[in-house]
T-cell receptor, first 114, second 111 residues
Framework: EAGVAQSPRYKIIEKRQSVAFWCNPI?????LYWYQQILGQGPKLLIQ????????DSQLPKDRFSAERLKGVDSTLKIQPAKLEDSAVYLC????????????FGPGTRLTVL | AQRVTQPEKLLSVFKGAPVELKCNYS??????LFWYVQYSRQRLQLLLR??SRESIKGFTADLNKGETSFHLKKPFAQEEDSAMYYC?????????????FGQGTTLQVKP
């Protein structure tokens, strides 16, 4: 089966600019996750969707980050405006459902903020 | 607060030597523990989960609730085991899928 797709793979922007990332989960997967992985750290959950509803966004910096999954399939994560500390790899993952289902990860988008 | 600690950033062993990657967690509830692996230029993927109690690629991990640990072990390391390993904790079993990851340990297996 096709895996989780993400684009772009790499992005370089200057601080205060805006950026958007796209994720296409595995077909049929109801749950979608966005993680932020800063260099030298493990992934940290930013937001979790169940279909098109938000399950957990407690660690999403809502003053600058936003995410949507309008039709319960693809998702976009946006940062506006970006800060230097947003430099990280942004990982998208999906699973059949929440709870005990395995999460499958995409290749990630590496963001560099100058 | 829930936390996962992997005390070693880098573990370097020779081929054929035993391997133990340490993982300790902090959680007051009933935990679900996982090991994820990321090989060079590949995606993060699930290696094993404690509820499965299975051996994957020769690796095993036992949940020790008394010591709040979930160490990953392999009796004889292979060069292809070289990768980044992350221990992860699921905080609400059966409800959301949120994972809390440790900082990761790079395993380097030398020939």
């Amino acid at each position: 089966e096709a895996g989780v797709a993400q684009s772009p793979r790499y992005k370089i922007i200057e601080k205060r600019q805006s950026v958007a990332f796209w994720c296409n989960p595995i077909s049929g997967h109801a749950t979608l996750y966005w993680y932020q992985q800063i260099l030298g750290q493990g992934p940290k959950l930013l937001i979790q969707f169940q279909n098109n509803g938000v399950v957990d966004d407690s660690q999403l910096p809502k003053d600058r980050f936003s995410a949507e999954r309008l039709k319960g399939v693809d998702s976009t994560l946006k940062i506006q405006p970006a800060k230097l500390e947003d430099s990280a790899v942004y990982l998208c993952a999906s699973s059949l459902g929440d709870g005990g289902h395995e999460q499958f990860f995409g290749p990630g988008t590496r963001l560099t903020v100058l | 607060a829930q936390r996962v600690t992997q005390p070693e950033k880098l573990l370097s062993v020779f081929k054929g030597a035993p391997v133990e990657l340490k993982c300790n967690y902090s959680y007051s509830g009933s935990p679900e523990l996982f090991w994820y692996v990321q090989y060079s230029r590949q995606r993060l993927q699930l290696l094993l989960r404690h509820i499965s109690r299975e051996s994957i690629k020769g690796f095993t991990a036992d949940l020790n609730k008394g010591e709040t640990s979930f160490h990953l072990k392999k009796p004889f390391a292979q060069e292809e085991d070289s990768a980044m390993y992350y221990c992860a904790l699921r905080t609400v079993p059966g409800n959301t899928g949120k994972l809390i990851f440790g900082q990761g340990t790079t395993l380097q297996v030398k020939p």
